[in-house]
C-alpha cells in the first residue's frame, strides 16, 4: 500500500525521538578488540577475530581511545559526563549478533542530558538530549532485494564490534523537516570533532520513534540516510493519521524502513527495556572519567559557531558566506586555502556559488575535489579571471571540464581557447557589430530593447564566445548612449 503525502501540512500533533547511532570510525581498532575499523572496502567478513566473532572464550578489551572520543563528543554536545561508566550486556537473538547479546551501556552510560542548537524556519530550537553512550555495533545483513522480498539474507560481521557512540534525543522534534535538520548538525559537530568521516557507509543510522497526540510510539529502525529520515517519517505520520482517522488504533511495534518502496514495514512488537534483560558486562571493568576528561577537554578543535565568528574577522566575508562554509568542514578548509592565495571574496563567492553547485550536480564532495581540483589550482583559475585573462563564462567552463575530464588549468584554457579577449579588440568588434547592423541599432533606438542582445550575439559570434556578455552589453550601450 502506497501513502501518498501531499495532505502532510501540519505537524502540531507529532512528537520525534530519534536514537542516533554514529561510528567512531577514525580511530584504528574496534571497541573490544584490535581489529582495524577500515573494512569499508574489504571483502566480507575478513576483518574480524574471535573477540568480534562472539568465539567462547573470547575477552574483550575496551578501546581506551574511543572512550576518549565519545567523551570529546559530549563535552562539544553540552552533556554531563558521568564520574563512572560501566558497559553492560543486552541480551537479545538477532542473525547479525553473534554472541546472542550487544555490549552496550544501561543504567550507568557516559553521559546524561545535553543539547544541539538548531535553526528551524528562521529560529533557534534547542534539541536537548537524554543521555549519549558507547556500545558495539552489530553486523551488517544484506539483502537481495528488499527485505520484504528477499528469500534469504547474507551476513558480512567487518562492522561487528566497531565503537559506535548512540546520541538519543528527547521526544522534543515536531517534524520530518526539523529531524533532518538536527541530524545535519549533529554530523556536522562530529566531523569537526575528527572521530567520525560521515561519508562512509553505515557511518551514521538513526532509529526514529513517532507518535501523534499522545498515541502509541513506533519505533522504525535501522534508517541509513538523512533524506531516508525525513520520508520514513513523513510515511509513517500519514499512516498513523489514517488509522486513527479509520478508528483503528495505532500498535506499539517496531518497523522497518523500506527505501526501495519508500514505505515502512512492521517487523515485530514493540520492546520494553526489560526484555533486554541488561546486566553488567561481567569481563569488563567499571570506567571512571576524571582524568580521561582532563585528557580530552584541553583537545577539543574549534567548533563551526567559533569558526563562523573567525572567518568572518580573519578574511572579511559576509555573514550568510560564513554560514554556508561552515556546515562542510571541508568546505570551509577548502576555501581558507584558496583565501590564502587569491582576493578571501573573490573566493567565497566562487567556491560557495560556484563550485559547490557543480559539485553537488555530479554527487560529488569537496573532501573528493581536494584530489580532483586542488585548492591552489583552483586560485590559480581564479588569478587568471582577476587579471582579466579569462572570463566569468570561461571559469565556469574550466571547472566543469576539470571535474569531468580532469587536466592542466592552462592546458583547458588553451584548448578551448578560452583566454579573454583584451578590451580594446572588444570595442572593436562591438563597433563592427554597431556597423554592420543598422536595423538592430535603429530598433535599439525605437526602445526593442532586444537588439541589444542580437548585437551582442554579433560580438560573441565574431570572439568565438571569448567575450564577456555583460561587459559586452555595458561597451554597446555605452556607444550607442
Same mark, same amino acid.
Given at each position: 500500500m502506497r501513502i501518498f503525502l501531499n495532505n502532510v501540512t501540519s505537524f502540531m500533533d507529532v512528537i520525534i525521538g530519534l536514537e542516533v547511532h554514529a561510528q567512531l570510525n577514525k580511530l584504528k581498532s574496534k571497541l573490544f578488540c584490535s581489529c582495524s575499523t577500515s573494512y569499508h572496502k574489504s571483502p566480507p567478513n575478513t576483518h574480524v577475530c574471535p573477540v568480534c566473532l562472539g568465539m567462547p572464550g573470547a575477552m574483550p578489551v575496551v578501546n581506551k581511545e574511543a572512550v576518549k572520543a565519545g567523551i570529546k563528543v559530549a563535552l562539544a554536545l553540552n552533556a554531563k559526563i558521568q564520574p563512572m561508566m560501566v558497559f553492560d550486556r543486552k541480551n537479545y537473538f538477532y542473525p547479525d549478533l553473534p554472541k546472542n547479546f550487544q555490549i552496550s551501556q544501561y543504567d550507568r552510560p557516559l553521559a546524561l542530558g545535553g543539547h544541539v542548537i538548531i535553526e528551524s524556519d528562521g529560529k533557534e530550537k534547542k534539541i536537548t538530549l537524554k543521555r549519549i553512550h558507547l556500545e558495539e555495533d552489530p553486523g551488517k545483513l544484506s539483502y537481495k532485494g528488499s527485505i520484504t522480498t528477499a528469500s534469504y539474507s547474507l551476513i558480512d560481521y567487518n562492522r561487528s564490534g566497531m565503537p559506535l557512540l548512540e546520541i538519543v534525543t528527547e521526544p522534543v522534534i515536531?517534524?520530518? %523537516?526539523?529531524?533532518?535538520?538536527?541530524?545535519?548538525?549533529? %554530523?556536522?559537530?562530529?566531523?569537526?570533532?575528527?572521530?567520525?568521516?560521515?561519508?562512509?557507509?553505515? *557511518?551514521?543510522?538513526?532509529? *526514529?520513534?513517532?507518535?501523534?497526540?499522545?498515541?502509541?510510539?513506533?519505533? /522504525? #529502525?535501522?534508517?541509513?540516510?538523512?533524506?531516508?529520515?525525513? #520520508? *520514513?517519517?513523513?510515511?509513517?505520520?500519514?499512516?498513523?493519521?489514517?488509522?486513527? #482517522?479509520?478508528?483503528?488504533?495505532?500498535? %506499539?511495534?517496531?518497523?522497518?524502513?523500506?527505501?526501495?518502496?519508500? /514505505?515502512?514495514?512492521?517487523?515485530?512488537?514493540?520492546?520494553?527495556?526489560?526484555?533486554?534483560?541488561?546486566?553488567?558486562?561481567?569481563?569488563?571493568?567499571?570506567?571512571? $572519567?576524571?582524568?580521561?576528561?582532563?585528557?580530552?577537554?584541553? =583537545?577539543?578543535?574549534?567548533?563551526?559557531?567559533?569558526?563562523?565568528?573567525?572567518?568572518? *574577522?580573519?578574511y572579511g566575508i559576509p555573514d550568510n558566506y560564513a554560514r554556508v562554509l561552515i556546515l562542510d568542514l571541508k568546505m570551509a578548509e577548502y576555501f581558507?586555502?584558496?583565501?590564502?592565495?587569491?582576493?578571501?571574496?573573490?573566493?567565497? $563567492?566562487?567556491?560557495?556559488?560556484?563550485? %559547490?553547485g557543480e559539485l553537488n550536480y555530479r554527487d560529488l564532495s569537496f573532501y573528493e575535489c581536494f584530489n580532483l581540483m586542488s585548492p591552489e589550482e583552483f586560485a590559480r583559475l581564479l588569478s587568471f579571471?582577476?587579471?582579466?585573462? @579569462? =572570463?566569468?563564462?570561461?571559469?565556469?567552463?574550466? @571547472?566543469? =571540464?576539470?571535474?569531468?575530464?580532469g587536466g592542466e588549468i592552462e592546458e583547458i584554457i588553451e584548448k578551448k581557447g578560452l583566454f579573454a579577449i583584451p578590451k580594446s579588440e572588444i570595442e572593436r568588434f562591438c563597433r563592427e557589430a554597431i556597423e554592420e547592423n543598422p536595423k538592430a541599432v535603429q530598433d535599439y533606438y525605437s526602445g526593442k530593447k532586444q537588439a541589444l542582445n542580437f548585437l551582442v550575439g554579433q560580438v560573441m559570434k565574431k570572439t568565438k564566445g571569448r567575450a564577456d556578455p555583460e561587459e559586452t552589453a555595458k561597451i554597446i550601450a555605452r556607444m550607442l548612449g
Open positions: 515536531s517534524s520530518p %523537516r526539523e529531524a533532518r535538520i538536527f541530524l545535519n548538525k549533529l %554530523r556536522m559537530i562530529l566531523e569537526y570533532l575528527d572521530v567520525f568521516n560521515g561519508e562512509l557507509e553505515g *557511518a551514521m543510522r538513526v532509529d *526514529a520513534n513517532v507518535s501523534i497526540a499522545g498515541g502509541a510510539r513506533v519505533e /522504525i #529502525k535501522n534508517i541509513s540516510s538523512f533524506k531516508g529520515v525525513e #520520508k *520514513a517519517l513523513n510515511y509513517e505520520i500519514m499512516r498513523q493519521r489514517n488509522l486513527i #482517522k479509520r478508528g483503528k488504533s495505532v500498535l %506499539r511495534e517496531t518497523r522497518h524502513f523500506d527505501e526501495a518502496q519508500e /514505505i515502512t514495514v512492521s517487523l515485530r512488537s514493540k520492546e520494553e527495556e526489560q526484555d533486554y534483560r541488561y546486566f553488567p558486562e561481567p569481563d569488563l571493568p567499571v570506567i571512571y $572519567t576524571e582524568e580521561l576528561v582532563k585528557e580530552v577537554i584541553g =583537545t577539543l578543535p574549534e567548533m563551526p559557531e567559533e569558526k563562523r565568528e573567525r572567518l568572518k *574577522a580573519e581558507e586555502k584558496v583565501a590564502k592565495l587569491v582576493s578571501p571574496r573573490i573566493a567565497v $563567492t566562487w567556491i560557495v556559488d560556484i563550485l %559547490r579571471f582577476i587579471e582579466e585573462k @579569462i =572570463t566569468e563564462k570561461g571559469v565556469v567552463e574550466v @571547472i566543469r =571540464t576539470k571535474l569531468d575530464e
